[in-house]
């Protein structure tokens, strides 16, 4: 889901929506209220993954994976609205997850970009997962530096993990634009997922490698990606990861 002036894809409140009609009215009305100050942009897209990972972890198993995502961006407000679902294709009872993120961008010029977000999660029928998780974010980004960077961290208050990830990208022009990202994840505090014990320390190393083709308002996005887990209780064995997104702008 892109934003504006960020490199990195990421992903309101969709549980508290379902069960409080109240809180759902005025959040219709904050939305309107948004989107009567100026323009709104929007995005629709899915995805296809050989394998779904989050965060270095492997939730849905080894499985190839599907998303559905959509988001709206308020220039105006600066504030963005992300909803996504996940689904695993083979044995699609086997995992599934829902999130809606609500973001705040501020500018520093033309170069440094900080956000926060909330974050809620829905894992309906994931073993040892509570059906709702909530977690809170900040990043920042250099966006004109010789290397990108992009540093973000995610506390989430249920599962009580703190999370942190620190990534660099370099574009350069082939036949077609591609993006390389390297990154690095670090987990502050042990916390439980899944079932699954996660230490403190670094979790995750990933190289990524992307391109794009833009046809009118159509952006198709191969990427591969290779995990290196470094917590191999958890993680298991290094990973190869496919994945395609097919995105629409308007």
Not at 67 to 90: E, G, K
Not at 145 to 155: A, Q, W
Not at 191 to 217: E, M
Request: glycine share 6%; charged share 10%.
């Amino acid at each position: 889901m892109g934003i504006p002036g960020c490199f990195i894809d990421d992903k309101m409140l969709i549980c508290a929506m379902i069960r409080k009609p109240n809180l759902t009215i005025f959040l219709l009305l904050l939305l309107s209220g948004i989107s009567a100050r100026g323009e709104v942009y929007a995005n629709m897209s899915a995805d296809i993954f050989s394998s779904y990972v989050f965060r270095g972890l492997s939730p849905a198993g080894r499985q190839a994976a599907a998303a559905l995502n959509a988001s709206a961006y308020f220039p105006a407000a600066h504030i963005n609205i992300s909803q996504w679902y996940v689904n695993s294709l083979l044995q699609p009872a086997d995992y599934h997850e829902s999130g809606t993120m609500f973001s705040y961008y501020h500018y520093f010029g033309e170069r440094f970009v900080a956000s926060g977000n909330m974050t809620a999660y829905l894992y309906p029928a994931v073993p040892a997962m509570p059906f709702l998780t909530l977690e809170f974010g900040l990043a920042f980004s250099d966006l004109v530096s010789v290397i990108p960077y992009y540093i973000e961290t995610y506390l989430d208050v249920i599962l009580k993990s703190w999370y942190w990830k620190f990534t660099g990208g370099y574009n350069f022009d082939l036949f077609l634009p591609v993006n390389l990202t390297l990154s690095a994840g670090v987990n502050l505090l042990s916390y439980t997922r899944a079932g699954h014990v996660i230490d403190r320390g670094f979790s995750d190393l990933s190289a990524q490698l992307s391109t794009y083709i833009s046809l009118k308002n159509w952006r198709i996005t191969p990427k591969i990606q290779y995990i290196i887990p470094l917590d191999p209780s958890v993680n298991g064995s290094m990973l190869l990861q496919a994945a395609v997104n097919i995105g629409y702008s308007f």
